[in-house]
T-cell receptor
Framework: RKEVEQDPGPFNVPEGATVAFNCTYSNSASQSFFWYRQDCRKEPKLLMSVYSSGNEDGRFTAQLNRASQYISLLIRDSKLSDSATYLCVVKTSGGYQKVTFGTGTKLQVIP | DTEVTQTPKHLVMGMTNKKSLKCEQHMGHRAMYWYKQKAKKPPELMFVYSYEKLSINESVPSRFSPECPNSSLLNLHLHALQPEDSALYLC?????????????FGPGTRLLVL
């Protein structure tokens, strides 16, 4: 089982739709979680950190479920500019810090 | 300023060449990272420097040699690479390595080994 898994997609959704991605992680010692977006041939850019209580930033909502070891990202009212690959990132802190990227989920928002 | 810069943007090298990739940040971050990203794959962590000391080497072959001359600079020295090492090499930095620190990525160096 991969340490961090995502459905690769692609998710093809119409403008205005709501879309949700999940990301599962296998290491129960994981402590920090992030969502990044990566446009084609560009570097990953932070979309949002994921906090235990869940957090929202405009049209984006992130949730963490420690019991089931997954994080989610919800995008409401999708825009064409949301088309990208969404990477979940899991960090294990402590004596040995390990940062692991998920395989990414590709989103294509269609006019 | 949340910028991480990398040079060169593109690099083509032969298998016998020696080259270096450079990364710079002026955010006062004390952790810097090298990642390798192949097409349609996620970034894979190669090295982590914390307070200018190498803290993680993810079993990277010795033909890749990192160097951290000071807290703002990170180099990756390349020697005797193989064609399969062709990839996008991303540098990142963060405030530290524990907790919820965000990693900021540079634009990457696209490397082609012939």
């Amino acid at each position: 089982r991969k340490e961090v898994e995502q459905d690769p997609g692609p998710f093809n959704v119409p403008e205005g739709a709501t879309v949700a991605f999940n990301c599962t992680y296998s290491n129960s010692a994981s402590q920090s979680f992030f969502w990044y977006r990566q446009d084609c041939r560009k570097e990953p850019k932070l979309l949002m950190s994921v906090y235990s209580s869940g957090n929202e930033d405009g049209r984006f909502t992130a949730q963490l479920n420690r019991a089931s070891q997954y994080i989610s990202l919800l995008i409401r009212d999708s825009k064409l500019s949301d088309s990208a690959t969404y990477l979940c990132v899991v960090k294990t802190s402590g004596g040995y810090q390990k940062v692991t990227f998920g395989t990414g989920t590709k989103l294509q928002v269609i006019p | 300023d949340t910028e991480v810069t990398q040079t060169p943007k593109h690099l083509v090298m032969g298998m016998t060449n020696k080259k270096s990739l450079k990364c710079e940040q002026h955010m006062g971050h004390r952790a810097m990272y090298w990642y390798k990203q192949k097409a349609k794959k996620p970034p894979e962590l190669m090295f982590v420097y914390s307070y200018e000391k190498l803290s993680i080497n993810e079993s990277v072959p010795s033909r890749f040699s990192p160097e951290c001359p000071n807290s703002s600079l990170l180099n990756l020295h390349l020697h005797a690479l193989q064609p399969e090492d062709s990839a996008l090499y991303l540098c990142a930095s963060s405030q530290g390595t524990s907790g919820q620190e965000t990693q900021y990525f540079g634009p990457g160096t696209r490397l082609l080994v012939l």
